[in-house]
């Protein structure tokens, strides 16, 4: 049984991306969607996210972003979608695995949550808890067999309990939580969120975005336009 670290204050917020660049991002999008198209979703569905997350109290808020022109961005800013409040870092190299343990270890000590840029029908309730409910670790599980959130009180655990996870498989969030049990953590788990990988994932995504979603209005314009 390992040592616990009680999460009782704020949490600092991880949202890691990729820069919506076309032919980079939402691939899996295409067809139906240009490439064009896929990435003006998968920036929506950032900007949902980021905007989301400035209401979460937190002590810090980080963007790891994975993308051209990193770390040396234009003027400090990635592109509009980005707005002010969030440090951003690179996500460094490797797998998701080791990019995932990357983020973390850009906190400081205190609890940290990672999410990712895939759920913009994420509201704040959802991770309201987080870093305040006494829980070692919090676990948000994907539709796909995936997560969408993983949290720690002690960010220094993420190392060890992610590297070697392997991702982007219907088992990952399975093995990922078996982890956080073997490690003798307590969890909390979030409820189970759908990801936007596919043309019917964004459809379904969308009709649950919570009102004034621009991934939702996104969505929609590109079906009026016969998407």
Known sequence: MSARLTATGPATILVIAKNP???????????????????????????????????????????????????????????????????????????????????????????????????????????????????????????????????FADPARAASLVRGVPMSTDRTGAIQRRRLAEAGLSVSDLPELRDVDTAADAAEVAACCPPGSRFAATVNAFAKAGR
């Open 21 to 151: 660049v076309p032919g980079r991002v939402k691939t899996r999008l295409t067809p139906p969607y240009t490439p064009q198209e896929a990435a003006a979703l998968a920036e929506a569905a950032l900007a949902d996210t980021l905007h989301m997350v400035l209401h979460i109290p937190a002590r810090r808020r980080v963007l790891a972003l994975d993308g051209p022109g990193l770390p040396d961005l234009p003027d400090g800013v990635p592109g509009p979608w980005l707005p002010p409040g969030f440090d951003i870092v690179p996500q460094g190299s490797g797998g998701l695995d080791e990019r995932i343990a990357t983020a973390f270890a850009h906190c400081d000590r205190g609890p940290a949550l990672l999410i990712g840029m895939d759920t913009p029908q994420l509201t704040v309730d959802l991770v309201a808890g987080v870093g305040r409910d006494g829980h070692d670790a919090w676990f948000g599980p994907a539709a796909d067999g995936g997560f969408w959130a993983l949290g």
